[in-house]
């Protein structure tokens, strides 16, 4: 999310109307945001205004790892976003991992990026899945279900994550499969990693994962009719 102001926008998929609470816990406190929102159509935009001081705190940072808690009736959810003080482009992992998509028999893989650092470094690693159908808006899917993924732990070395390492100098990276795709919904699907550097001290970064049925034939997305 981009702070524009004092205020970020964000746009939802949702079932019903609910509010939500913006917090950075690296800056210390409690939420520094609220709104409520109304569903229709099942998508939803809100409007987060944050207190002047807040929102320089964060401009100070350029960007800051934050958390959104979603509540809808008795359900309640935990995300984290990043919130920057100017736009982003987007970034994507290296294009020889990532989304690979077979529309054929409707299925697809997520195989990890190789991450590499100058030096040794562990990083724990989330990986998600976000479909989209016209029905339902987006929706995130993670390695323990719906909304919900794992924090995985690997170091990064000047040639790629040491476990993936073979002794002949190949790389088996860790791979998320297999994952079906219900057809006729017209499902899309995209592909993101979240990482954690502690290299120094914590660095969060998020990215998008090139997609495509192959190394040479790269999207930024997955297409199921």
């Known amino acids: 999310m981009t702070l524009y102001g004092n205020a970020v926008t964000l746009l939802i998929a949702c079932s019903t109307g ?88 409707y299925r697809a893989t997520v195989l990890a990026p190789n991450f590499s650092d100058t030096l040794s470094t562990t990083i724990d690693v989330r990986p998600w899945l976000a479909w989209y159908t016209a029905a339902t808006g987006w929706r995130w899917l993670g390695t323990a279900g719906v909304s919900a993924s794992r924090w995985y732990r690997w170091t990064a070395t000047t040639t790629g994550v040491a476990e993936w390492q073979t002794p002949t100098g190949e790389v088996t990276p860790w791979t998320w499969s297999p994952i079906t795709v219900a057809p006729g919904q017209g499902v899309y699907l995209v592909a993101v990693f979240e990482a954690i550097y502690w290299y120094g001290h914590p660095q969060y970064v998020w990215s998008y994962a090139r997609a495509g049925d192959g190394p040479h034939t790269l999207t930024t997305y997955c297409a199921y009719p």
């Open 18 to 105: 609910g509010n939500v609470d913006l917090s950075v816990p690296s800056l210390g406190g409690g939420a520094l945001a609220h709104a409520r929102y109304r569903c229709s159509r099942r998508r939803a935009s809100i409007r987060l205004s944050l207190d002047t001081f807040d929102a320089r705190r964060i401009a100070r940072h350029q960007q800051v790892l934050a958390a959104l808690r979603f509540r809808e009736g008795g359900a309640s959810e935990r995300l984290s976003v990043t919130v920057a003080a100017r736009p982003q482009a987007p970034s994507y992992w290296t294009s020889d991992f990532g989304l690979r998509c077979d529309p054929s028999s």
